[in-house]
């Protein structure tokens, strides 16, 4: 059962031959009926239910039920078979093609065999009289069954190639579409992306940091240059280190305050980024490198403030509250002696009032100073 299920996906690869192909199996045929002085001679091949007529002469039909084919018993075998009187053969003195209208009586055919062994068909030359084959005729459909095979195999094969390379080329559309738009965004960014290879060197990189890279070294960066050559010497061996541990497979990120005292001082974000292949060995890293000055000019800034809040809050606890804390003392003295007069009362309410606004200051300051920052970069 699984050898015919074989079979049968063989039969499927030649069913749909091309007509230039068809061309060449006619002559075949009419070769063959001509060489086997036959009236007919069939190449067919032998689906599940059907044989099917692939090309032919002196027949119009082009298909026949396969429990009526005498090519069941050709394909069971390697050689040319012949039954010269089929109704003298008890195999095929009942079938249809013998008894009915066409009245077939004589038989030979030699199976169509493919590369990988198997019997997908026949070449077979019919008449309407029983008879034989001499050895040359015999030899000749051998022969001429192995130039049908060979036409239809190398058929199948150009089939199979022109679709592959079809399939290529819609692959190649795809990456190179694909390319150009991660290309794109890759270009886009300002941020500086380079690929780097386990040896440190360049892999690829993107147009913002060949950019950035021949601003600093007035050279353009090459695949294959080391990445060494364009990092800052004062930092240097942090990177040699960071990028060993993302070898080991480890994300790093950290700032870095690059090209101190140059016009080309800035604070970068570097991210490192171990980079894996399909088998999950790592094969380089990706290092990121984000221009973070601003944000860390604004962190500045904001320190800055907040010292001064600072400042501001040790005055307004210490400084403002010092005559306050005296007048509520002295008011309390008063109290205690009994000391009375007219704007005594007007007084301790607005010294009391002065007290309470001093202290909601405080708390507000120590509250603003103690509060996480949030910085926009």
């Given at each position: 059962m699984d050898r015919e299920l074989q079979r049968l996906e063989a039969v499927d690869r030649f069913k749909q031959p091309d007509p230039a192909i068809t061309t060449d199996l006619n002559d075949i045929v009419n070769l063959a009926a001509q060489i086997c002085n036959a009236p007919i001679a069939i190449i067919s091949l032998l689906d599940k239910d059907t044989q099917w007529f692939k090309a032919a002469t002196g027949t119009e039909i082009t298909q026949t039920p396969r429990e009526t084919a005498f090519c069941n018993d050709t394909i069971e075998q390697d050689g040319v078979i012949?039954?010269?009187?089929?109704?003298?053969?008890?195999?095929?003195?009942?079938?249809?093609?013998?008894?009915g209208d066409t009245k077939v009586r004589f038989y030979a055919g030699a199976p169509l065999t493919t590369k990988d062994g198997y019997h997908i068909g026949s070449l077979c030359v019919v008449d309407f009289q029983a008879r034989d084959l001499d050895d040359h005729q015999r030899n000749t459909l051998k022969v001429l069954s192995r130039q049908v095979i060979n036409l239809m195999e190398l058929n199948w094969s150009l089939k199979v190639l022109a679709e592959k390379n079809e399939e290529q080329k819609k692959h190649k559309k795809i990456l190179e579409e694909s390319e150009i738009k991660l290309n794109a965004v890759f270009n886009s960014t300002a941020d500086l992306h380079v690929l780097v290879g386990k040896d440190l060197d360049i892999l690829a990189f993107n147009?913002?940091?060949?950019?950035?890279?021949?601003?600093?070294?007035?050279?353009?960066?090459?695949?294959?240059?080391?990445?060494?050559?364009?990092?800052?010497?004062?930092?240097?061996?942090?990177?040699?280190?960071?990028?060993?541990?993302?070898?080991?497979?480890?994300?790093?990120?950290h700032e870095l305050l690059?090209?101190?005292?140059?016009?080309?001082?800035?604070?970068?974000?570097?991210?490192?980024?171990?980079?894996?292949?399909?088998?999950?060995?790592?094969?380089?890293v990706a290092l990121n490198s984000v221009d973070v000055t601003k944000r860390k000019q604004q962190e500045k800034q904001i320190s800055i403030q907040t010292?001064?809040?600072?400042?501001?809050?040790i005055i307004q606890s210490h400084e403002l509250r010092r005559p306050v804390a005296s007048l509520l003392g002295l008011m309390h003295l008063m109290k205690l002696e009994e000391v009375d007069f007219g704007y005594f009362n007007i007084m301790e309410i607005t010294v009391n009032e002065l007290d309470e606004k001093?202290?909601?200051?405080?708390?507000?300051?120590?509250?603003?100073?103690?509060?996480?920052?949030?910085?926009?970069?």
């Open positions: 012949i039954v010269p009187d089929l109704c003298a053969d008890d195999r095929y003195k009942n079938n249809p093609l013998v008894t147009q913002p940091a060949s950019n950035y890279l021949y601003n600093i070294y007035k050279q353009r960066v090459a695949v294959g240059d080391r990445i060494l050559s364009y990092v800052d010497q004062k930092v240097k061996n942090h990177f040699v280190k960071y990028f060993a541990i993302a070898l080991k497979g480890k994300t790093i990120k690059l090209r101190a005292g140059t016009e080309f001082e800035c604070w970068r974000e570097i991210k490192l980024v171990p980079i894996k292949n399909n088998e999950g060995g790592i094969i380089g010292e001064a809040l600072t400042r501001i809050a001093i202290r909601i200051i405080v708390e507000d300051s120590e509250k603003t100073i103690n509060a996480p920052l949030s910085i926009v970069a």
